[in-house]
């Protein structure tokens, strides 16, 4: 097969496979969800979440209760979760505790004063501060030259 007809089968596939994740999520009204984060990318650990909130024709929308859920592929991690009930020109800030580094999927939601709810996921790739945090194992006590140590007092 030449590598157009390959990269068309692909693209097929694609189309198969992520029309239905790709479709939107949000109702009727239309609503600009937007992120960013402090550090920027986030790294482990406390950081912040600061996610914006407008309308189609831009203006801030400051009276919508907000909940974001963190999550990450693999199986046995409990979500992170936050509450933000105020905005300020369409800011919501909120602490958010990186608990390991690795892709998250971060889960807003927004209600707004008219009921309706608008919600949208979020990519986010989460920086390790060293290779070992990836896993979480970042206690002394647990390393071998420790463990040695107090073997040998
Ligand atoms: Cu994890």
Known sequence: MSSRILW????????????????????????TISLRFEPDPPTVGEGLVVIGLQTAAGAAIDNARLTVEGNMAHAGMMPVSREITTGENGEYR????????????????AELSSGETVSEDFNVSVGAISSESVINQRTPEATPEATMQMQGG
Not at 8 to 31: D, F, G, W
Not at 96 to 106: H, Q
């Open 94 to 109: 909120t602490t958010f505790d990186w608990s390991m580094g690795g892709e998250w999927v971060l889960t807003v939601r």
């Open 8 to 31: 068309l089968l692909a693209a097929l596939l694609c189309l198969a496979a992520c029309a239905p994740a790709s479709a939107p999520t949000q109702s009727a009204t239309a609503v």
